[in-house]
């Protein structure tokens, strides 16, 4: 019986080892050919489900057809977004097919997460930033306070707190920004997500939030949140009457542009031919009538920066947030 | 009338019956094999929805959560390897059951009071939703903290046999949850530098780890198990056992309409806290994690209660209490939709053809549920020599499908490693997981009351829920006391009179 067990046990596991190498040849020769013939890998650094997981498989559905190639999404979540560009900074031999899906994790996790072994500026060329998701400042409706003016003045007399989805998110951030720029007595109250974040904020638990547009958009044309002003340069215009920070001005508010940036990257060593297939083709799809609706839904606005420009203000930003965390205290 | 018939117009399309009993099926077998989730299948599904109308791509993705829900159990009943992280609890009886030959019955007792569970949370959406939203809105962090208090007091009734063992299980599991990125500061906790460790022990690779890999190296090392009995064609659950575990498995749903109410808590912790509390109250107490089908039912009812009550908050106040229902949020603004307040003012018809959809794919999971243990419960008839392979492959698969990362698959086996010498010291591995889950939740929401109550302890005892679950923590604890005190008067006394000549 054990003898029939053993040799039962090595097919098995040879028939199991055939299939793995099967799979492995199958795998090399998809990536055999030579830009941009062959399929396109595009890194979602998140688990599926999220902002930038939706919108990377709105985005490579669209990019096939501009492409004529296969694009296929990979989640490859873990610590911010760190892994995965970590991955993508380390190269091999993919990285000549490989795109990134990046958002403020990729400039904010360089403030936050120590030892990177990665320069998030250097080591990556910068194809086009897609989208732009504004933040807004929302009280509960029950807030005493109407304007940034009042709730500035009453932050600096007494003990207020913010909420957010989590540390290292821009909501986080951004409300550490604030409470920098206009040096008020706010204290952050972290949460699992926006979902867990938002009946905190709903319910008066905590004062303040910067959260997402698309999080609180509903809430606030319900009634049941006050937005005071928007992190935007511009006014949004799914919230026409609504205030940037910018234009409040005082309380050195003038510097508060800050928004939820969506964009593709790529490993340093992308080819220069690539570079300018990826961007023609990346064009074509922001023009797109499904990509500009769905942009709508979001509450985003369309990204403004490619290439050497996109790269400067990720160096600006990541300049930014490690500013920031340090003045916060978050851990580096 | 006029309503009405607009209702049956949105909702009687072949289109929407097709979507429902195709997410069904797809979460069935999605969430039975370990490592891919209803989560992932609902990410995936999201794009091929947005040119589907509304109600059937909504209709698709409620279907696959419904599905993806049960379909966890079958294998964590069947091969010790939870589907999903919210079956942990189903395998601590389903598991027994299956190995003394009644696979096909705690299969069923799984299907019937998921099922149960499931409508019971669909006729809370349709009528309570604006009730219990008010409650979710109210539930704050010291609420949450209380909560979880009442919930560590689980422990007390789980640690089976030795005190200590128990407690040491569950400060270890405690401990491993501490891993990772601080919530406040940022800072990183027993990370020991590892990128891989920074967003904590991921869970799944810990499930599989824990419970399947210990029965491999227990065969391979006997050569044999001891209870080989395990046979497909087995009966199914009599009426009478339903009958028993009824109050259980309405108990347990209405906790899952709870907790599912309520953003950001989930399915595992509903799960747990059903099984306690029908543990606490069965009077076949001791026979639990044994192979009770009582267990199996508390536990099933507890994580299917959860999936119609998490529409709850996303409906009625446009908020995610999850990512599965962060995906389905997504869904709805794909189609132009925002669930909250003013939805139910402009899209009335659309909410009630989703509810008559919601109800109807109860109906359709009893349907799928009982073709699926048609065929599923026939690999409790495979011989093991056999199986046991293929269960280590899928194993390893899972964990690695988890994050796409070989890292996990080390952990699982790692944690293979450390259930196998729970087993041997007969430890118990139920407050090792529920130390796991509820440790982070208590740490959390202790944390952000003090922050949110400026250090103020008042925030604690600020209104009637927070007195609610400190009483039931306290009663909970005193029980258990006064349980304690009985059982140890009762041996003495019984070794007395054998003393007595």
Redesign the interface.
Known sequence: MAGVQKSLLKKVCLAACGGGLAVAMSVSTAHANEWPTGDVRLVVPYAPGGTTDVLSRRVADLLQDELDANVVVENRPGAGSTVATGRLARGGRDAAHTILMASPGHTIGAAIYPDLDYDPVEDFVFLQNLIDIPNVMVVPASSPYDSVEEFVEAAREQNMTFSHSGVGSSIHMSGELFKTLTETNLTAVPFAGSGAALPALLGGDVDVSFENMPTVLSHIRSGDLKALAVTSAERSEHLPDVPTLVEVGDYNLDQFVTTAWFGLIAHESFSEEAQEAMRTALDAVMQREEFVSFADQLGAEPGQVAGEEFKQFIAQEVERWQEVAEQAGISQ | MDMFSEVLHLFLSLDNFLAIALGVVIGVVVGSIPGLTA??A???A??FT?TMEPVAAILLLVGIYKGGMYGGSITAILIRTPGSPASACTLLDGYPMAQQGHAKKALKTALYSSVIADFISNIALIFFAAYLAKI??????PEFFWLICFSLTIIISLASGSMIKGLLAALMGILLSLVG????????RLTF?N??L??SISFIPLLIGLFAIPEIIEFYRK?ALPHLKAKASGVGMTLAELKRCLKSIIRGSLIGVIIGAI??TGATAAAFISYSDARRRSPNRDNFGKGEVEGVAAAEAGNNGVAGATMI?LLS???????????IL?AF??H?L?????MFQENLTLIYALFVGIMFSSLVLLVVGNGAIKYFSLIADIPK??LF??VL?FCVYGAYAV???TFDVWLMLGFGVLGYIFNRAAIPAAPFLIGFILGPMFE?NLR?SL??G?NDLAIFVRGPITWFFIALTLGSILLAIYRYVAARRQSVSASATQESP
């Open positions: 989560t992932m609902v990410a995936l999201l794009p947005f979710a809105l109210n539930f704050g962090a990125l601080d919530e406040v500061y940022g800072s990183q530098g990128y891989n920074m967003d050569k953003p950001g908050p106040l446009g908020i995610p209490g999850d990512v599965i229902t962060a995906i997504g603004m794909v132009g925002t669930p909250g307040p003013i020599s056999i392979p293929i492959m994050n796409n990362d959390d952000r922050l949110i400026h």
